[in-house]
C-alpha cells in the first residue's frame, strides 16, 4: 500500500515562530508537493520539488522555504508564522503524470 | 490560463438517490483527468482516472464520463450512501508537473 505521511494532523503555533511541516512518502517518487487548502479556494500550490536538493516556487511561496535533503523527506518551513498562515496544508507526491498521492493533511493554527 | 470549474458548489441528496458533478477545463495540453474525494479533515483519495480516448469509466457506484471535444467531465454517484459524503475534486493534468484544480462540490447525503 503506497503512503504518504505527514508528521502531525494538527498543530498549534503562535506567530512568529518557526514552524516545520515534514512529508515522507515511501513509492520512491522524484515528484513531492505541499499545498495548502482553503475554502472557497481549494487547493494551492506552495512549492514543488523534482528531485533531491531541487525546487521550484508554486502559485503562494511568499513566507514559506521548502527542503528536500532525501528523495522521500519533503519539509515545509514558516519562517515566522503569521495568522494568515492558518490553514491545512497538503503533502503529495507523483511519478511524472501518474496518480499524485496525498497524505492525510495537517490542520494548523496560527494564534 | 489553465482553468477547472465545478459544480455544483455544494449538494444536498437523500440517501440512495443518484446525483451527478460537473467539471469544465480549458488546460491544455491535456493529459488526464482525475476524480478525487476528499472526507472532511483528510486528504484526497482517487476515484478514477479518464485519458483523451476514454468516455467512460467506473468504479463501483462512481461513473466518471470524458468529453474531450467540449473539455467536460461528469461524476455520477448512484444509489447514494452517508458515507459519500465529502468534496469531490476534479483534478486535470496537463504536461510536466502541473495539476490543475477545481474548487471541488462538497456533497452531503442526508438519512
Known amino acids: 500500500d503506497v503512503k504518504v505521511t505527514q508528521s502531525s494532523r494538527y498543530l498549534v503555533k503562535r506567530t512568529g515562530e518557526k514552524v516545520f511541516l515534514e512529508c515522507v512518502q515511501d513509492?520512491?517518487?522524484?515528484?513531492m508537493f505541499w499545498y495548502r487548502q482553503d475554502p472557497g479556494l481549494g487547493l494551492r500550490l506552495i512549492y514543488f520539488?523534482?528531485?533531491?536538493?531541487?525546487?521550484e516556487k508554486g502559485d503562494i511561496p511568499e513566507g514559506y522555504s521548502v527542503s528536500r535533503e532525501k528523495k522521500e523527506r519533503f519539509s515545509l518551513i514558516l519562517e515566522s508564522a503569521s495568522t494568515n498562515q492558518t490553514s491545512m496544508y497538503l503533502c503529495?507526491?507523483?511519478?511524472?503524470?501518474?496518480?499524485?498521492?496525498f497524505g492525510q493533511g495537517t490542520r494548523l493554527t496560527v494564534v | 490560463k489553465n482553468q477547472v470549474e465545478q459544480s455544483p458548489q455544494s449538494l444536498i441528496i437523500l440517501e440512495g438517490k443518484n446525483c451527478t458533478l460537473q467539471?469544465?477545463?480549458?488546460?491544455?495540453?491535456?493529459?488526464?483527468l482525475r476524480w478525487y474525494k476528499q472526507d472532511t479533515g483528510r486528504g484526497p483519495v482517487s476515484l478514477t482516472i479518464?485519458?483523451?480516448?476514454?468516455n467512460t469509466k467506473s468504479n463501483g457506484r462512481y461513473t466518471a464520463t470524458l468529453d474531450a471535444d467540449t473539455k467536460q467531465s461528469s461524476l455520477h454517484i448512484t444509489a447514494s450512501q452517508l458515507s459519500d459524503s465529502a468534496s469531490y475534486i476534479c483534478?486535470?493534468?496537463?504536461?510536466?508537473?502541473?495539476?490543475?484544480f477545481g474548487k471541488g462540490t462538497s456533497l452531503l447525503v442526508t438519512p
Open positions: 513509492m520512491d517518487h522524484e515528484n
Open positions: 483534478v486535470v493534468s496537463g504536461g510536466g508537473y502541473a495539476l490543475n
Open positions: 503529495a507526491s507523483r511519478y511524472g503524470s501518474t496518480e499524485a498521492f
Open positions: 479518464m485519458t483523451f480516448s476514454e
Open positions: 467539471c469544465n477545463y480549458t488546460v491544455s495540453p491535456f493529459s488526464n
Open positions: 520539488s523534482y528531485d533531491v536538493k531541487m525546487k
